[in-house]
């Protein structure tokens, strides 16, 4: 460890960089990110008069398309930090669409919320008794889950929903939750939004989008955020779980019991995804079940995991990502994801300043040259061609997987099966 | 420091806690903000019913084997595949038919399956086969040239074969009326469309509801939205989606729906519901869905495509043995689209509807396949 006086004589013999070259805190960063991109969406929807950029509608439009991707993400988080990949959990949530139906119908939408969890993490259950115990490669098991899911599912249907909501495919009516709003801020904030005052507006709407109209599970599901973080970073059994997935035979050799570590793990990653199913059935909006609503949702979320490089808040980065564009694609189309190239735009130039106060050419170049192919896009198209905007968030993702690929860091032992010498 | 954090966080928490208050579903605001269409005039009411009675000559045919190939979702879609088989069902009632095989198809099969199925029933010995949807385009193709002596039905798309019977509709003229309903109901004049996917047939959809509602109301505002894009039929299956769609178009000031997006048109009446707007149904009477029933007061009529009407005419003509006499499509003239108005929320427009209807049938208007943007 260099004292201070050594790192100042250092940095004098070079160019000096405005910032130190580390890290800000994770928090810092969160909330630079945020102002940085609320920022330019403001700056976008005052130049495109778009003000449906961050109208509340929208924003809670990205919070319930969000969610159900989010929790599937979440619950690939927690396998695959304890070493196992869960690429089961599109099956997973499709068993929990199904059990939060079957229960939801009968008991309200809280039995939903336990059976469709409970139901997800009976296909955990399975995937961590062939994963770990029988050392099937994950990636097959995961591709079995899928299937099995689908078809125990049709088959539990045409068995169960069909004399009541005579349709194999359905499920009759599921009570759904209510929707609540923090008042009298709700309110205040949709005054504010009315005035369309360029920045304050925008910040109104973007805020009263996640503090009106939510339901007690899309609540509960976004603290399960810090709340797996908290348990997986913070805690004696999530430092061993994680341990499962980055060393086993050190975790093995220090006392830690690997695989029951990865059952737990497993478990609750089906038990998480099977909770996203019940998301697409008793959330407002939602309409029950249905044979095969959950479209790809599962690997959706597993590739908002990776885009958030295994951690919690980037994954809940990359799953409101794909809410927002999917909100905006959805709501109002071509014009509205149009205007996102602009603002991509905006954060592009912003990047290309920061490092290059930090003397990272080859970064600050990189962002400036995408702003420039945004730009010129930007410029010489009025609108998205309408076969390109429903991919709109898969584009996104895509294009941040490719620049950020070089720093992500998936657990070491991800994937490899473990089996203990004892 | 990170203690102190986290005790401030706990009032934060609190106060955001104690201020939740349950949202009123009743609470609807800024439902039409717009002014009422200024509307056209309705056209004159039609002569008195010149109702084409068509001969109805008993037929029977108690050993005829049909095969019935749905599209995804099969028997119980609540849309058109069930349309097919209350088409086959009448076939069993009025035809005395017996021995008939429905197969369906299974989300992202592959098209090969699609030709195995079809192969499969005419190899067991089914004919006719009816196969419903356009997906099976390219099976049937490919199937009706190895068995050349099976009469093939194909719904929704057409195959230049002698033994294929294309069953199409007339889409725009069955929305022509969604349309003017539409119209006529909406207090802020702006009107909005959700389709499945993006595909010509959708669009057939969307043209003739445009052309209904601008006929009614040449200055009306109308929202158009595809759920997903040719190749991708997750829109015709995704409530969710159709929901928030559904959800912008009334942000945008929309108050009255309609769709053509199959099992997603659930999701959509429950987002109109929620935002005090109005939906029309398709293809099938909606309004009379089970599975719509917590949304049917809403629901204020349905633009009819009578898939069962095709598929009994397309059997009888089987077995009288004369497929040729089968109308090249299934329009007003033949009854094979027209509208519902179960509920009585529309009962008021029915001699407008007849009036328009009667212009179409006699070909003085005339209603294109094409949307206009």
Known sequence: MSTPTEVNVLNKARRRPLFADTQPAPWVRGVSWAVLVITALAITSYVTELPQLTSSGTMQSAIRLALPIMLAGLGGLWAERAGVVNIGLEGMMILGTWGAAWAGYQWGPWAGVIAGAAFGALGGLLHALATVTFGVNHIVSGVAINLLGAGVTKYLSTLIFEPVSRNPRESPTVPKFDTYSSQPFGRWLGELEETQRFGISDVAGVLRGMITGLSPLTMLSILLVPLSFYLLWRTAFGLRLRSCGENPRAADSLGVQVNRYKYIAVIISGALAGLGGAALVVNPGQTGYLEGQTGGRGFIGLAAMIFGNWRPGGMLTGSLLFGYTDALQLRQGPSTVHALLYAALLVLVVLAIYEALRLRWMFAALCMGGAAVFLLLYALTDELPEQLTPYTPHLVTLVVLALSSQRLRPPAASGQNYRSDA | ?373
Do not use: W
């Open chain 2, 1 to 373: 420091m990170r203690r102190l954090r986290g005790l401030l966080a706990i009032p934060l928490l609190l106060l955001s806690l104690t201020a939740c208050v349950k949202d009123d579903p009743n609470a609807i605001s800024r439902i039409g903000k717009g002014a009422a269409c200024t509307r056209n005039s309705p056209p004159a009411a039609p002569p008195s019913s010149s109702s084409t009675t068509t001969s109805a000559e008993p037929v029977s045919a108690p050993n005829m084997r049909v095969g019935l190939a749905y599209d995804i979702g099969g028997r119980g879609d609540t849309s058109f595949n069930d349309l097919a088989a209350a088409g086959i069902d009448r076939a069993k009632a009025e035809l005395g038919v017996t021995d008939v095989r429905e197969l369906s198809a299974a989300a992202g099969e592959s098209p090969s399956a699609q030709v195995a199925r079809l192969r499969g029933m005419a190899l067991e010995g089914f004919n006719p086969i009816v196969a419903v949807g356009f997906a099976y385009t390219d099976g049937i193709k490919q199937v009706s040239k190895e068995f050349p002596n099976v009469k093939f039905g194909l719904v929704d798309s057409v195959v230049e074969a002698p033994n294929v019977s294309s069953l199409i509709f007339a889409e725009e003229q069955g929305s022509f009326f969604a349309g003017v309903m539409a119209a006529y109901k909406s207090r802020s004049c702006h009107v909005g469309f959700i389709g499945g996917v993006d595909i010509p047939l959708i669009h057939k959809f969307e043209a003739g509801f445009v052309q209904g509602a601008k006929a009614v109301a040449p200055g009306i505002q109308i929202e158009r939205k595809y759920l997903s894009p040719a190749g991708d039929t997750r829109g015709f299956n995704d409530p969710g989606k159709g929901n928030e769609a559904t959800r912008g178009q009334i942000d945008a000031g929309a108050d009255v729906i309609y769709h053509g997006a199959g099992a997603s048109a659930k999701g959509i009446f429950d987002a109109a519901k929620a935002g005090g707007a109005l939906g029309i149904g398709c293809d099938a009477d909606q309004y009379q869905q089970p599975t719509l029933a917590g949304v049917k007061d809403i629901i204020i009529g349905s633009a009819l495509k009578k898939v069962d009407v095709a598929v009994f005419d397309f059997i009888r003509a089987v077995a009288l043995g004369k497929t040729a006499d089968l109308p090249k499509v299934f329009d007003l003239r033949n009854d094979g689209v027209g509208y519902s108005a179960s509920g009585g929320k529309i009962n008021d427009m029915i001699p407008v509807l007849e009036a328009y209807k009667a212009q179409i049938v006699s070909g003085k208007l005339t209603v294109s396949q094409q949307p206009t943007r």
